[in-house]
């Protein structure tokens, strides 16, 4: 059974650190996809930008159809989500499908607003001190 570990982009689309990132774990032996969700391939720095592009554009109903169909693709590998911002709420989103062995997220600061998903699988979550809620709260 292969190990595949799909990344999951932040707003920002595909950056360099993502790319760098694939490569060092494609170097340890890990199978990585790392797919744009932006139909185009968007990849910017600008902030609000890339939010109203993200929201306009893809959203997460997409996202989570796309990342759908890489599980499926890939059904016969053991599958981790690794998510940063965005890609992490839409890797807790993914926490209770049995389909994958893990979800590692960071700085997935919407995850408040999915706080009935009950995880299934092992999942790490990792955040920063965010102004805009209270994480200890969320941690609870």
Do not use: Q
């Not at 059974?1 to 490569?23: C, V």
């Not at 592009?53 to 109903?61: L, Q, S």
């Not at 981790?80 to 890609?87: D, E, P, R, T």
């Amino acid at each position: 059974m292969r190990k595949t570990i799909i990344i999951i982009h932040e707003i920002y689309g595909i950056t360099e650190n993502l790319k760098k990132l694939s490569k060092e774990l494609e170097a340890k032996g890990y199978r990585v996809v790392l797919p744009s969700l932006f139909l185009d391939n968007y990849s910017g720095d600008n902030e609000g930008y890339s939010y109203k592009k993200y929201f306009a554009e893809v959203g997460f109903d997409n996202s989570i159809g796309k990342i759908d169909k890489i599980i499926e693709k890939n059904g016969a590998d053991s599958i981790v989500l690794i998510g940063f911002s965005i890609g992490a709420t839409l890797a807790w989103m993914k926490s209770n499908d049995l389909r994958i062995k893990g979800v590692i997220g960071f700085y997935g600061s919407r995850i408040r607003n999915n706080l009935l998903i009950n995880p299934l699988i092992p999942t790490k979550l990792y955040f920063c001190n965010e102004a805009t809620f209270e994480v200890d709260t969320l941690i609870e």
